[in-house]
């Protein structure tokens, strides 16, 4: 999982293993920062992206 700052740039994020697209997700929420967006990557395949208000677009590309 790779961070957005304010101005749109990926920033270093988390790394865990997950079974699904939506086991990642789950994963993911609890470490979303307040009023920024992420993205979820699996390998160079991007499962999804978190909007700044934490709602998850699956198969966002």
């Given at each position: 999982?790779?961070?957005?700052?304010?101005?749109g740039?990926?920033?270093?994020?988390?790394?865990?293993?997950?079974?699904t697209?939506?086991?990642?997700?789950a994963?993911a929420?609890?470490?979303l920062?307040?009023?920024?967006?992420?993205?979820?990557?699996?390998?160079?395949?991007?499962?999804?992206?978190?909007t700044?208000?934490h709602?998850?677009?699956?198969?966002v590309?």
């Amino acid at each position: 999982m790779y961070h957005v700052d304010g101005g749109g740039r990926l920033r270093l994020g988390d790394t865990f293993l997950a079974g699904t697209d939506a086991e990642a997700a789950a994963r993911a929420r609890p470490l979303l920062r307040d009023g920024q967006g992420a993205e979820l990557w699996d390998g160079g395949r991007m499962a999804g992206r978190f909007t700044r208000d934490h709602e998850f677009l699956p198969g966002v590309s």
